[in-house]
């Protein structure tokens, strides 16, 4: 993040508010990118929220995977309609990609050379994103394209780069954030002695850095439940939106 927006975020840290980076980037790289430059965040969302990990800790408190024989399918559908596409798959540990991936985007986003390697069939079951690329056609052409061919609850999404992501239901930027904050609410409540159970809860704020627009920044604030004033999120969200 810029520096601007580290301050903005530094700044919620300071006025008690707990906040949650969702970004596409897995964590194996995407964490050290949004923590290097000072940003003290709470909690670190991963591709596209398919995952959780607690930035204090380090621990991955949450993934979501493809169930194996939906990756066989996904590919075998793709493969049998479009010919001769490379595949990319982010494993629990790291990522795997294809010869054909690697022969059309040898070069990752980071600009380091991607390593080819083999399909890794018997670790389908921990698939938490598929990544699909095509030698003629890129972005959303390419995503009009694949939806038809996967099932109707894969979220197939695209970065403006060639290649197309597919994640798994409920992996989205604003349902993580949200599952988060339900979470985060449910253990502050339940850690509270009983003498205090008539007080107004804690309140549990998050703040979804780096959506696509601010309808979806409010979305995953306004989501978060006990809520602050509505006013409240509202001008944080623009605030730190500005920022970017």
């Known amino acids: 993040p810029a520096p601007p927006t580290v301050d903005a975020v530094n700044a919620a840290v ?16 995407g964490l050290g990118l949004a923590t290097g430059t000072g940003a003290r965040l709470h909690q670190f969302i991963g591709s596209n929220g398919g995952h959780r990990v607690d930035v204090a800790t380090r621990t991955l408190d949450e993934r979501l995977a493809f169930d194996a024989d939906v990756v066989h399918e996904i590919i075998a559908s793709v493969s049998d309609e479009l010919g001769n596409v490379g595949f990319g798959f982010e494993l629990s540990d790291g990522m795997s990609w294809t010869d054909r991936f690697v022969e059309l985007t040898p070069i990752s986003l ?19 994103k598929m990544f699909v690329v095509h030698p003629d056609v890129i972005d959303v052409d390419l995503v009009r394209l694949v939806e038809p061919l996967v099932p109707a609850e894969i979220n197939v999404t695209t970065s403006g780069v060639p290649f197309i992501e597919l994640t ?18 449910a253990s502050a409540a339940a850690a509270r002695p009983r003498s ?40 944080l969200a623009d605030q730190l939106l500005a920022c970017f």
């Not at 300071?14 to 790289?29: E, K, L, Y």
């Not at 159970?197 to 309140?203: M, R, W």
Request: aromatic share 6%; hydrophobic share 45%; glycine share 8%.
């Open 196 to 235: 205090s159970a008539s007080s107004p809860a804690i309140s549990v704020r998050a703040v979804c850095i780096r959506a696509r627009s601010m309808s979806a920044l409010r979305s995953a604030v306004f989501a978060i439940s006990p809520l602050p004033s509505l006013s409240a999120c509202t001008r």
């Open 168 to 185: 798994p239901p409920g992996a989205d930027k604003g349902a993580a954030v949200a599952r988060f904050g339900a979470f985060a609410a």
């Open 14 to 29: 300071d006025a008690g508010i707990i906040v949650v980076a969702a970004t596409g980037r897995s964590w194996f790289r």
């Open 110 to 128: 980071d600009g380091d050379r991607r390593p080819a390697s083999p399909s890794p069939v018997e670790r389908f079951h921990e698939v938490g």
